[in-house]
């Protein structure tokens, strides 16, 4: 059973407009969620993050939204650009867990055309 | 600061032989990750480890898989009698500390192992 996952492999988009990714969990007890990004050949590299306690968490061009009844995270990057282009990963732990035991998504590619 | 640093990146291996990826942390980190990425899926938690300890090892698998991250050195993931499904990108992340569950990963670059 999948904890968290992204439902839409991959996303493309025209530089400039906005990229929504999405993610949904089942497990009630995460309650801290992050979102990677990942290049070819590359590790993951963190992102943005956002605590239950909160509903929206911006950095720059990023934003992480929280929607704890619908158990539904989304990240919208505006305006997209081209060095976008990546795997994005949603990750979630929770009560209980150490905070190396992150449950992943199996992430959405991101295209954005110039 | 060099970040997490993973060898080899790439590794080839013919069933029944052993894996051996190593993993240095970044500087001042002494908490270190495994990862398991099969193709078309997400990274799955293997282990937690600080030095000279397991923390959390509720991913790996039961046979033929181990880790250890010793006071001195990198730390090491060991596979042995390889077989073709072991075939998976790994990847270690480590952080400085875990004062909450919130501590932020850094990753390496993987280590693409492949079972003929």
């Known amino acids: 059973d999948q904890q968290v996952k992204q439902n839409s492999p991959s996303l493309s988009v025209q530089e400039g407009r906005i990229s929504i990714l999405n993610c949904d969990y089942t497990n009630s007890m995460f309650d801290y969620f992050l979102w990677y990004k990942k290049y070819p050949a590359e590790g993951p590299t963190f992102l943005i993050s956002?605590?239950?306690?909160?509903d929206k968490n911006e950095d720059g061009r990023f934003t992480v939204f929280l929607n704890k009844s619908a158990k539904h995270l989304s990240l919208h990057i505006v305006p997209s650009q081209p060095g976008d282009s990546a795997v994005y990963f949603c990750?979630?732990?929770?009560?209980?867990?150490?905070?190396?035991?992150?449950?992943f998504g199996d992430g959405t590619t991101l295209t954005v055309k110039p | 600061n060099a970040g997490v640093m993973q060898n080899p990146r790439h590794l080839v291996r013919r069933r029944g032989q052993e894996a051996r990826l190593r993993c240095s942390p970044m500087k001042g980190h002494s908490h270190v990750y495994w990862y398991r990425q099969l193709p078309e899926e997400g990274l799955k938690f293997m282990v937690y480890?600080?030095?000279?300890?397991?923390?959390?090892e509720s991913g790996m698998p039961k046979e033929r898989f181990s880790a250890e991250f010793p006071k001195e050195g990198p730390s090491i993931l060991r596979i042995q009698q390889v077989v073709r499904g072991d075939s998976a990108a790994y990847f270690c992340?480590?952080?400085?500390?875990?004062?909450?569950?919130?501590?932020?990963?850094?990753f390496g670059p993987g280590t693409r192992l492949t079972v003929l």
């Open positions: 956002i605590s239950s306690i909160k």
């Open positions: 992340a480590s952080s400085p500390l875990i004062s909450a569950r919130t501590d932020t990963q850094y």
């Open positions: 480890l600080q030095k000279e300890n397991i923390i959390d």
């Open positions: 990750a979630a732990s929770g009560i209980g867990t150490n905070a190396g035991k992150s449950t």
